[in-house]
């Protein structure tokens, strides 16, 4: 299986992403959804893909810092 093709519980991908389950849970509340993209595997089991926890880090990496030379 490659990574694209992997899937988290809620539990894991909060623990992936460094946040509680609470926390995609608000997340996933607000509109529009502020966390990272998800889909249900039956009416109550939320999954979220390695990739797309992946690609919502990658989006929220601040620029570096540019050094000032004195």
């Known amino acids: 299986m ?6 988290l519980t809620e539990t894991r991908a909060a623990r992936y ?3 509680s389950p609470a926390v995609l849970r608000l ?4 509109t529009p959804a502020q966390g990272p993209r998800y ?5 109550k089991l939320i999954r ?3 990739h797309d926890l992946n690609e919502w880090i990658e989006q929220r990496l601040s620029a570096p ?3 000032e030379s004195r």
């Open 17 to 19: 992403v460094g946040v």
């Open 48 to 50: 979220y893909r390695v």
């Open 65 to 67: 810092a540019v050094m």
């Open 27 to 30: 997340w996933r509340s607000q």
């Open 2 to 7: 490659n990574e694209q093709e992997h899937v």
């Open 39 to 43: 889909f249900r595997a039956g009416s």
